[in-house]
């Protein structure tokens, strides 16, 4: 089945430092990548998606770029802020006509002040 | 709130008793979602609905775990004889079209302890 492998599993960064979390994927079918940013006790939140007719898009200081060849997506946070602190989670669809998501395993990013 | 709802926030349970999640979509989509979330993991599918047919249940652990969307809007995710490893985030998602590609918007979830 969908596999999605995310790291790295931590990272720390000072603030105005960019931030980068890779993730790869397992089924060529796939074709919806979103990102959701979670904290402690929180909903996951959808911060930004690429579809796979696009390579890069991007939402102010977040990015995200998309590799299908190599099957690997990231995403890229500028000018950190300690409010960027979160769990994030990349994810994919599977592609049976259902929209059902494969999450990797998240990345705590922390940003000090 | 044009938000996704769901009750109860928390759920304590002792082991053995049936325990019943609640989610409310955002007005008007048609597919909706539950993922089951340990500590420290990220969300694991569970089961989706077209409005009130529910089209995947694969990721549901056991027939101990009914998923039901009767009226194509709320839906309610029972678990019955509830055992220790059921503790965990239960989270609804829901999406406005009933194609592949489209965002899921998450409920702030249901905390599930078996005790």
């Known amino acids: 089945g969908e596999n999605v492998e995310q790291h790295p599993s931590t990272l720390s960064v000072q603030e105005g430092d960019s931030a980068v979390i890779k993730c790869t994927y397992s089924?060529?079918?796939?074709?919806?990548f979103p990102w959701y940013k979670q904290e402690l006790g929180k909903r996951p939140q959808l911060i930004i998606d690429i579809r796979s007719n696009v390579g890069e898009k991007k939402d102010q200081r977040i990015a995200v770029t998309l590799n299908k060849t190599a099957k690997h997506f990231s995403l890229h946070i500028t000018e950190t802020q300690p409010e960027d602190s979160a769990v994030y989670f990349c994810?994919?669809?599977?592609?049976?006509?259902?929209?059902?998501?494969?999450f990797g395993t998240g990345t705590r990013l922390l940003v000090s002040p | 709130g044009a938000g996704v709802s769901q009750s109860p926030r928390y759920k304590v349970a002792k082991r053995g008793q049936d325990v019943a999640l609640r989610c409310d979509p955002i007005?008007?989509?048609?597919?909706l979602f539950w993922y089951q979330q340990a500590l420290g993991q990220g969300p694991e599918f569970l089961t989706y609905?077209?409005?009130?047919?529910?089209?995947?249940k694969s990721g549901l652990p056991s027939d101990r775990f009914f998923a039901e969307r009767p009226e194509g809007s709320v839906s309610t995710l029972k678990i019955q004889r509830t055992q220790q490893e059921d503790s965990a985030v239960y989270l609804c998602a829901s999406s406005p079209r009933d194609i592949s590609n489209q965002p899921q918007h998450f409920g702030d979830g249901t905390r599930l302890s078996i005790l």
């Open positions: 994810a994919a669809n599977l592609e049976t006509g259902f929209q059902k998501l494969v």
């Open positions: 609905f077209q409005n009130e047919a529910q089209l995947d």
């Open positions: 089924d060529s079918a796939s074709n919806y």
């Open positions: 007005s008007g989509h048609v597919s």
